[in-house]
Protein backbone atom coordinates (compact mmCIF):
# COMPACT_ATOMS: atom_id res chain seq x y z
CA UNK A 1 0.00 0.00 0.00
CA UNK A 2 1.06 3.20 -0.67
CA UNK A 3 1.30 6.65 1.60
CA UNK A 4 -1.76 8.50 0.77
CA UNK A 5 -1.59 11.58 -0.93
CA UNK A 6 -3.44 14.54 0.44
CA UNK A 7 -5.09 17.64 -1.63
CA UNK A 8 -6.41 20.54 0.49
CA UNK A 9 -9.44 21.96 -1.59
CA UNK A 10 -8.41 25.99 0.30
CA UNK A 11 -11.35 28.50 0.65
CA UNK A 12 -11.07 31.95 -0.14
CA UNK A 13 -10.81 34.53 2.51
CA UNK A 14 -12.83 37.76 1.51
CA UNK A 15 -12.45 41.37 3.39
CA UNK A 16 -15.67 42.95 4.35
CA UNK A 17 -15.37 44.66 0.46
CA UNK A 18 -15.59 40.66 -0.86
CA UNK A 19 -11.77 41.10 -2.34
CA UNK A 20 -8.88 38.75 -1.29
CA UNK A 21 -8.02 38.85 2.08
CA UNK A 22 -3.66 38.39 2.17
CA UNK A 23 -2.71 38.40 5.10
CA UNK A 24 -6.12 35.42 5.62
CA UNK A 25 -4.77 33.37 3.04
CA UNK A 26 -1.19 33.36 3.76
CA UNK A 27 -2.15 32.32 7.28
CA UNK A 28 -4.80 29.60 5.28
CA UNK A 29 -1.55 28.00 3.20
CA UNK A 30 0.69 28.13 6.10
CA UNK A 31 -1.77 25.71 7.92
CA UNK A 32 -1.75 23.30 4.76
CA UNK A 33 2.44 24.13 5.06
CA UNK A 34 2.51 22.70 8.88
CA UNK A 35 0.90 20.00 8.09
CA UNK A 36 3.03 18.86 5.02
CA UNK A 37 -0.25 18.68 3.17
CA UNK A 38 0.84 17.69 -0.40
CA UNK A 39 -0.87 20.12 -2.93
CA UNK A 40 -3.79 22.16 -2.63
CA UNK A 41 -6.84 23.00 -5.00
CA UNK A 42 -7.33 26.73 -5.16
CA UNK A 43 -10.45 27.82 -6.88
CA UNK A 44 -12.46 24.66 -6.35
CA UNK A 45 -16.02 24.36 -5.32
CA UNK A 46 -14.15 24.94 -1.78
CA UNK A 47 -12.71 28.14 -2.96
CA UNK A 48 -16.13 28.99 -4.32
CA UNK A 49 -15.06 30.56 -7.51
CA UNK A 50 -18.54 30.88 -9.33
CA UNK A 51 -18.63 33.49 -5.93
CA UNK A 52 -15.75 35.48 -7.07
CA UNK A 53 -15.43 39.00 -8.82
CA UNK A 54 -12.86 37.96 -11.80
CA UNK A 55 -10.00 40.49 -10.62
CA UNK A 56 -10.33 38.39 -6.88
CA UNK A 57 -10.24 35.04 -9.08
CA UNK A 58 -7.18 36.36 -10.65
CA UNK A 59 -5.41 37.74 -7.66
CA UNK A 60 -6.17 34.37 -5.51
CA UNK A 61 -4.80 32.11 -8.07
CA UNK A 62 -1.59 34.47 -8.34
CA UNK A 63 -1.40 34.74 -4.96
CA UNK A 64 -1.69 31.13 -4.30
CA UNK A 65 0.54 30.08 -6.74
CA UNK A 66 3.59 32.45 -4.94
CA UNK A 67 2.64 31.68 -1.43
CA UNK A 68 2.86 27.64 -1.96
CA UNK A 69 4.86 27.33 -5.05
CA UNK A 70 7.25 25.84 -3.60
CA UNK A 71 5.79 23.58 -1.22
CA UNK A 72 3.57 21.27 -3.07
CA UNK A 73 1.40 20.76 -6.15
CA UNK A 74 -0.98 23.36 -7.28
CA UNK A 75 -4.58 22.67 -9.07
CA UNK A 76 -6.48 25.28 -10.22
CA UNK A 77 -10.29 25.36 -10.70
CA UNK A 78 -11.18 26.88 -13.92
CA UNK A 79 -14.50 25.54 -14.54
CA UNK A 80 -17.12 27.76 -15.86
CA UNK A 81 -20.49 27.42 -17.21
CA UNK A 82 -19.80 27.38 -20.87
CA UNK A 83 -16.65 26.94 -22.72
CA UNK A 84 -15.49 30.61 -24.01
CA UNK A 85 -15.81 31.45 -20.29
CA UNK A 86 -13.55 28.42 -19.12
CA UNK A 87 -11.13 28.88 -21.95
CA UNK A 88 -10.79 32.62 -20.95
CA UNK A 89 -9.63 31.22 -17.57
CA UNK A 90 -7.73 28.81 -18.94
CA UNK A 91 -5.52 31.12 -20.92
CA UNK A 92 -4.92 33.36 -17.59
CA UNK A 93 -4.18 30.09 -15.37
CA UNK A 94 -1.74 29.01 -18.28
CA UNK A 95 0.44 31.68 -17.53
CA UNK A 96 1.09 30.84 -13.90
CA UNK A 97 3.19 28.46 -12.64
CA UNK A 98 0.77 25.95 -11.61
CA UNK A 99 0.59 22.32 -12.55
CA UNK A 100 -2.77 21.54 -13.80
CA UNK A 101 -6.12 22.13 -14.55
CA UNK A 102 -9.33 21.28 -12.82
CA UNK A 103 -12.37 21.57 -14.85
CA UNK A 104 -16.30 20.96 -13.61
CA UNK A 105 -18.65 19.87 -15.81
CA UNK A 106 -20.38 23.40 -17.56
CA UNK A 107 -23.04 23.83 -14.86
CA UNK A 108 -26.94 25.43 -14.98
CA UNK A 109 -28.22 24.08 -18.84
CA UNK A 110 -27.78 20.55 -19.28
CA UNK A 111 -25.03 19.03 -21.70
CA UNK A 112 -24.97 15.77 -23.65
CA UNK A 113 -21.90 13.08 -22.81
CA UNK A 114 -20.59 13.40 -26.82
CA UNK A 115 -21.16 17.69 -25.92
CA UNK A 116 -18.54 16.89 -22.78
CA UNK A 117 -16.69 15.04 -24.81
CA UNK A 118 -15.70 17.88 -26.81
CA UNK A 119 -15.76 20.52 -24.47
CA UNK A 120 -13.20 18.63 -22.37
CA UNK A 121 -10.92 17.65 -24.99
CA UNK A 122 -10.88 20.84 -27.03
CA UNK A 123 -9.82 22.70 -23.68
CA UNK A 124 -7.11 20.13 -23.52
CA UNK A 125 -5.85 20.70 -26.93
CA UNK A 126 -5.29 24.23 -25.65
CA UNK A 127 -3.99 23.87 -21.86
CA UNK A 128 -0.09 23.98 -21.20
CA UNK A 129 -0.49 22.04 -18.11
CA UNK A 130 -2.13 19.02 -17.91
CA UNK A 131 -6.00 19.06 -17.21
CA UNK A 132 -7.98 17.30 -14.49
CA UNK A 133 -11.87 16.19 -15.49
CA UNK A 134 -14.40 17.34 -12.10
CA UNK A 135 -17.40 14.82 -11.77
CA UNK A 136 -19.46 16.78 -8.91
CA UNK A 137 -22.89 15.88 -10.29
CA UNK A 138 -24.39 17.02 -7.64
CA UNK A 139 -24.10 20.41 -8.00
CA UNK A 140 -23.58 20.51 -11.83
CA UNK A 141 -26.18 18.29 -12.85
CA UNK A 142 -24.52 16.63 -15.18
CA UNK A 143 -22.51 13.39 -14.31
CA UNK A 144 -18.97 12.43 -16.54
CA UNK A 145 -20.16 8.61 -17.63
CA UNK A 146 -17.68 6.09 -17.05
CA UNK A 147 -17.39 5.85 -21.32
CA UNK A 148 -17.00 9.47 -21.29
CA UNK A 149 -14.20 9.46 -18.99
CA UNK A 150 -12.49 6.35 -20.59
CA UNK A 151 -12.44 7.92 -24.04
CA UNK A 152 -11.20 11.29 -22.20
CA UNK A 153 -8.68 9.26 -20.50
CA UNK A 154 -7.39 8.68 -23.81
CA UNK A 155 -6.39 12.46 -24.49
CA UNK A 156 -2.53 12.82 -23.92
CA UNK A 157 -3.25 16.46 -22.35
CA UNK A 158 -5.84 14.50 -20.03
CA UNK A 159 -4.10 13.67 -16.81
CA UNK A 160 -7.18 12.27 -14.31
CA UNK A 161 -10.61 12.87 -13.08
CA UNK A 162 -11.95 14.30 -9.36
CA UNK A 163 -14.62 12.01 -8.34
CA UNK A 164 -16.82 13.37 -5.76
CA UNK A 165 -19.37 10.57 -4.92
CA UNK A 166 -19.71 7.88 -6.46
CA UNK A 167 -17.65 4.53 -4.88
CA UNK A 168 -18.46 2.40 -7.68
CA UNK A 169 -17.60 5.07 -10.58
CA UNK A 170 -13.80 4.81 -8.47
CA UNK A 171 -13.54 1.22 -8.25
CA UNK A 172 -14.52 0.75 -11.54
CA UNK A 173 -12.27 3.14 -12.94
CA UNK A 174 -9.29 1.82 -11.55
CA UNK A 175 -10.29 -1.64 -12.72
CA UNK A 176 -10.29 -0.34 -16.35
CA UNK A 177 -7.40 1.66 -16.08
CA UNK A 178 -4.72 0.27 -14.33
CA UNK A 179 -1.89 0.71 -15.26
CA UNK A 180 -2.55 3.56 -17.50
CA UNK A 181 -0.69 6.64 -15.07
CA UNK A 182 -4.83 8.30 -15.02
CA UNK A 183 -4.87 9.78 -11.62
CA UNK A 184 -8.22 9.14 -9.87
CA UNK A 185 -8.81 11.43 -7.43
CA UNK A 186 -11.17 11.34 -4.59
CA UNK A 187 -13.19 13.55 -2.38
CA UNK A 188 -14.65 10.94 0.32
CA UNK A 189 -12.94 11.92 3.16
CA UNK A 190 -15.46 9.29 5.40
CA UNK A 191 -13.68 7.13 3.68
CA UNK A 192 -10.40 7.34 3.54
CA UNK A 193 -9.14 4.61 5.23
CA UNK A 194 -11.23 1.97 3.40
CA UNK A 195 -9.92 3.44 -0.21
CA UNK A 196 -6.91 3.78 0.66
CA UNK A 197 -6.27 0.07 1.66
CA UNK A 198 -7.86 -0.84 -1.19
CA UNK A 199 -5.44 1.13 -3.58
CA UNK A 200 -6.66 4.33 -3.95
CA UNK A 201 -4.30 6.80 -2.39
CA UNK A 202 -4.90 10.25 -4.25
CA UNK A 203 -7.36 12.51 -1.92
CA UNK A 204 -8.58 15.33 -2.27
CA UNK A 205 -11.37 17.28 -0.07
CA UNK A 206 -12.06 20.31 1.32
CA UNK A 207 -12.37 19.47 4.76
CA UNK A 208 -8.84 18.96 4.46
CA UNK A 209 -8.23 22.39 4.42
CA UNK A 210 -9.88 22.92 7.64
CA UNK A 211 -8.62 20.30 9.45
CA UNK A 212 -5.09 19.14 7.40
CA UNK A 213 -3.17 18.08 10.63
CA UNK A 214 -6.16 15.51 11.56
CA UNK A 215 -5.26 14.30 7.57
CA UNK A 216 -1.48 14.26 8.11
CA UNK A 217 -2.51 11.90 11.04
CA UNK A 218 -4.36 10.04 9.92
CA UNK A 219 -2.41 9.28 6.85
CA UNK A 220 0.20 8.61 8.66
CA UNK A 221 -1.26 6.00 10.46
CA UNK A 222 -2.95 4.42 7.62
CA UNK A 223 0.82 4.17 6.37
CA UNK A 224 2.03 2.57 9.16
CA UNK A 225 -0.77 -0.31 8.78
CA UNK A 226 -2.56 1.30 11.85
CA UNK A 227 -5.71 0.20 10.59
CA UNK A 228 -7.92 0.05 13.68
CA UNK A 229 -6.44 4.15 15.29
CA UNK A 230 -6.67 5.15 11.66
CA UNK A 231 -10.59 4.56 11.38
CA UNK A 232 -10.94 5.72 14.68
CA UNK A 233 -9.47 9.07 13.45
CA UNK A 234 -11.11 9.11 10.52
CA UNK A 235 -14.93 8.59 12.55
CA UNK A 236 -13.81 12.02 14.67
CA UNK A 237 -13.26 14.10 11.08
CA UNK A 238 -16.97 12.74 10.18
CA UNK A 239 -18.31 14.20 13.54
CA UNK A 240 -16.89 17.16 12.12
CA UNK A 241 -17.93 17.06 8.89
CA UNK A 242 -21.31 16.52 9.29
CA UNK A 243 -21.22 19.13 11.83
CA UNK A 244 -20.03 21.48 9.07
CA UNK A 245 -22.68 20.30 6.88
CA UNK A 246 -25.60 20.61 9.35
CA UNK A 247 -24.31 24.09 10.37
CA UNK A 248 -23.53 25.31 6.89
CA UNK A 249 -19.92 24.87 5.75
CA UNK A 250 -18.44 28.11 4.96
CA UNK A 251 -19.94 29.71 7.59
CA UNK A 252 -18.37 26.98 9.67
CA UNK A 253 -15.07 27.77 8.32
CA UNK A 254 -15.24 31.16 8.85
CA UNK A 255 -15.65 30.90 12.49
CA UNK A 256 -13.28 28.10 12.93
CA UNK A 257 -10.69 29.96 10.77
CA UNK A 258 -11.10 33.29 12.77
CA UNK A 259 -11.22 31.46 15.94
CA UNK A 260 -7.75 30.32 15.38
CA UNK A 261 -6.37 33.75 14.38
CA UNK A 262 -6.63 32.94 10.59
CA UNK A 263 -8.99 35.96 9.46
CA UNK A 264 -11.77 36.55 6.40
CA UNK A 265 -15.11 36.16 5.29
CA UNK A 266 -14.75 32.39 3.86
CA UNK A 267 -18.60 32.96 2.65
CA UNK A 268 -19.60 35.58 0.36
CA UNK A 269 -22.82 37.10 -0.06
CA UNK A 270 -25.54 35.58 -0.33
CA UNK A 271 -24.56 33.33 2.81
CA UNK A 272 -25.41 34.63 5.61
CA UNK A 273 -22.76 34.77 8.62
CA UNK A 274 -24.20 32.65 11.65
CA UNK A 275 -25.71 34.41 14.55
CA UNK A 276 -24.02 34.72 17.74
CA UNK A 277 -26.23 31.85 19.33
CA UNK A 278 -25.18 29.13 17.09
CA UNK A 279 -21.62 29.89 16.35
CA UNK A 280 -21.91 29.48 20.16
CA UNK A 281 -23.60 26.69 19.68
CA UNK A 282 -20.34 25.86 16.98
CA UNK A 283 -17.72 26.60 19.29
CA UNK A 284 -18.93 24.62 22.14
CA UNK A 285 -19.34 21.25 20.13
CA UNK A 286 -16.76 18.62 21.88
CA UNK A 287 -14.97 17.83 18.16
CA UNK A 288 -14.94 21.51 17.51
CA UNK A 289 -12.90 21.59 21.01
CA UNK A 290 -11.08 19.51 20.10
CA UNK A 291 -9.89 20.89 16.82
CA UNK A 292 -9.36 23.98 18.82
CA UNK A 293 -6.88 22.13 21.07
CA UNK A 294 -4.94 20.39 18.75
CA UNK A 295 -4.77 22.01 15.52
CA UNK A 296 -1.00 22.65 14.94
Known amino acids: MSKPYLISAIGTPLDEDECLHLEGLQAHLEQQRAAHIDGILVAGSMGLMQLLR ?36 LAFVDQLAVDGVVVLTPYLFKFSQAELVDY ?9 VPLYMYDLPALTGTP ?32 LLPESGFRIIVAQPMLIDVLTRSGIDQHLDGVYSIAPH ?22 RLGKLLILLRKTGVFQSMTVLQNALGRPGNFAPRPFAPLDDEIRQALMNEPVVQELMRNTE
Open 144 to 175: LEIETVLRLAQHPNIAGIKCSGDIAQVRLLKQ
Open 214 to 235: WMREISQLLTERKWDTASEKVK
Open 120 to 128: YEALANESR
Open 54 to 89: DQTYQQLVKESCRMWGQHGEVLVGIGDAGFARTRDR
